[in-house]
């Protein structure tokens, strides 16, 4: 018998990229005519190869539709049906990052798919999955305990009801899935980062009363053709993936170990989701990657080529320079162009990774939030060496400055870790004195914690007492806020673009939103009677830009809330700011305010 492709495949690859790889794809087709469309019976009859046994053996294979569709293809011991949700009820829980909510949506798209039902009443579930992290020993113990509460709310479960299922999913199931099966008996699923697809299976294995794993990493799986689906679907702001996984391996980070290995997305799938968001009305998005900036798609023939990847200058990685790609620049600039109207931000990335052309780009672009994130970590060159971070103190700050330089109304935030292994007071004193320099508007401090797998677990000693990891922790938060402080305060008396996100925690009569710097901003909730040329009142919603001049700041936690005054609301829809906007030049910005926002007639000068 002749044996053929299936139609399946064949539909699957006459749409397909080129490859950079021509070989790994070549050898994917291959192994294709060898087995595709033989199904089960053929490969019992030849019996399983050492394929069978390994996950994505080619670079480039997964992605590729013809990829997806074998993760999506049946399991012969598994009666199809039993994959399908049928109604029964998820909830989720999502711990960490960004990355996590994004995972979380890329999870409930894959079981909605299925059947499932998402419910936001714990006592509803018949299914619970965390989203967990593993990032530091507190992250995890706030799972640990969670999970006791939910074992014991598994076990009151009436006998009347369908057994109530528990999943723990992303960094914590790849790095603890040992305690976690031993430990916690009745955990039932567990799902690493880049196991999402198999959700479905691993529930229905789960069905009959025994455990279910997969926590295989691997090299090309970007969730590509999943588009997630938001868990707030009346979000104006939203996630995009772009990249996963880490290759930097800086030695306190556990995030290469649980994440897996740097890998990008696409540059097609990014943009369709980013065009669907817009038509869906989203205004913000916030393009996500472990270290976004390190973008690299190498997806179709003509990204290849073979330039060197340009660096920030006094920057090094520790793996060996990767040449050719889309790169990130080329990325952020295709979609800042899709909706003039819709902010763009980028988050987590690296400081190796800016070269000229991305920070140009932002300067110029109306759209590109002028916000960056720069993790330094210390200000000591011993200690990021011992972290291994690929620069020194000055490199960072010649960085800051040529930074500064390009976009001068740049705000920055960072990452700082108190009491790494080996440091000393006087490096200690180096952070601050960084801190003291820089002047970030927003920052991330928390104190070191030893990571199993990593490099400092294995060659460097934990050997800062933890009252002196805390008092190092104290005093940086302190000198942070201070300077955040001081960089607020020359906010007031200005006039901030504000996008408003809804209803503030603290006040049903207040909104709240974002500068373009990422500072949160608290205004007057105001009914305009006068404003709408209908004669009717007008409310502001959340995905309206309003115009505000600040009259106070209010310095309270890690983030610093501005009173504003209300000036000016978003008196035209979407659509016409569209009329009036070219691409993202200044013209947009004056047509915004000239004459898609109109000042509202009602109180001006509120504040507390
Ligand atoms: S760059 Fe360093 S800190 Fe960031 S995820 Fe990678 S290894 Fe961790």
Redesign the pocket.
């Known amino acids: 018998m002749l044996l053929r492709p299936s139609e399946r495949w064949l539909q699957a690859h006459s749409s397909r990229y080129g490859y950079c790889s021509v070989s790994s794809s070549h050898a994917v087709s291959n192994e294709h005519r060898k087995t595709g469309g033989s199904g089960f019976s053929s490969k019992l009859a030849a019996g399983p190869s050492f394929r069978d046994f390994v996950k994505n053996v080619a670079a480039g294979e997964k992605g590729s539709p013809d990829l997806q569709e074998e993760a999506e293809e049946t399991h012969p011991y598994l009666p199809e049906d039993s994959q399908i949700g049928t109604g029964r009820k998820v909830y989720f829980e999502t711990y960490g990052c960004q990355m996590n909510v994004n995972d979380t949506e890329i999870a409930w798209s894959i079981l909605q798919k299925k059947g499932y039902l998402r419910t936001s009443d714990l006592a509803q579930a018949d299914v619970i999955l965390l989203v967990t992290c593993s990032v530091r020993e507190k992250a995890e113990q706030t799972i640990w305990n969670r999970l006791q509460q939910l074992t014991a709310l598994k076990r009151r479960r009436p006998r009347s009801q369908t057994p109530l299922k528990i999943g723990i999913l992303g960094c914590m199931a790849e790095r603890l899935k040992k305690q976690l099966l031993e430990r916690e008996k009745l955990v039932d699923v567990l799902a690493g980062p880049d196991a999402y697809r198999d959700l479905p299976r691993l529930l229905s294995v789960s069905e009959s009363g025994q455990q279910a794993i997969n926590v295989l990493l691997s090299l090309e799986e970007t969730y590509a053709d999943v588009m997630p689906v938001q868990l707030h679907p009346q979000a104006r702001a939203a996630f995009v993936s772009i990249m996963r996984g880490?290759d930097?391996?800086?030695s306190y980070?556990i995030?290469?170990f649980t994440r897996g290995r740097e890998r990008s997305r696409p540059l097609a799938s990014i943009l369709q989701e980013v065009r669907m968001l817009s038509d869906q009305g989203v205004k913000e998005v916030t393009l996500l990657g472990?270290?976004v900036n390190s973008y690299r798609d190498t997806s179709e023939v003509q990204f290849c080529s073979s330039e060197p990847t340009h660096m920030s200058r006094g920057f090094s990685s520790l793996y060996r320079d990767r040449k050719g790609g889309l790169r990130f620049s080329e990325l952020l600039e295709r979609v800042s162009r899709i909706d003039p109207d819709m902010r763009v931000r980028f988050t987590s990335p690296?400081p190796k990774d800016f070269p000229d052309e991305v920070l140009q780009l932002i300067q110029e672009r109306h759209n590109i939030c002028k916000q960056i994130h720069l993790p330094a970590q210390s200000g000591s060159t011993r200690i990021l060496q011992a972290m291994r971070r690929g620069y020194t103190r000055e490199a960072y700050l010649e960085l800051v400055d040529h930074i500064r330089s390009v976009i001068p109304e740049v705000s920055l935030s960072s990452d700082f870790i108190a009491g790494f292994c080996g440091e000393t007071e006087e490096d200690h004193l180096q952070t601050v004195s960084l801190l003291r320099e820089v002047r970030y508007n927003v920052g991330f401090l928390f104190a070191y914690s030893v990571r199993k797998k990593t490099h400092a677990y294995h060659r460097l000693q934990d050997d800062v007492p933890g009252e002196v990891k805390q008092r190092r922790l104290e005093e940086l938060i302190r000198v942070f806020r201070e300077e955040a402080a001081s960089l607020n305060l020359g906010l007031v008396g200005s006039t901030q673009l504000v996008l408003v996100e809804g209803v503030s925690k603290r006040s049903a009569v207040e909104l709240s939103g974002r500068n373009d710097s990422n500072v949160k901003v608290i205004f007057p909730n105001l009914e305009d009677p006068t404003d709408c040329a209908s004669g009717g009142t007008a409310g502001i919603k959340p995905g309206d830009y309003v115009r505000v001049k600040v009259q106070q700041e209010h310095c309270t936690a890690r983030i610093l809330l501005t009173r504003l005054t209300l000036v000016y609301r978003s008196a035209q829809g979407r659509q016409q700011t569209q009329q009036h906007s070219s691409d993202m030049s200044k013209k947009h910005e004056a047509n915004v305010f000239n004459n898609s926002y109109k000042q509202l007639k009602t109180p001006v000068g509120w504040f507390r």
Do not use: E, L
Request: hydrophobic share 20%.
């Open positions: 880490c930097n391996m800086c980070c995030v290469p472990q270290n690296h």
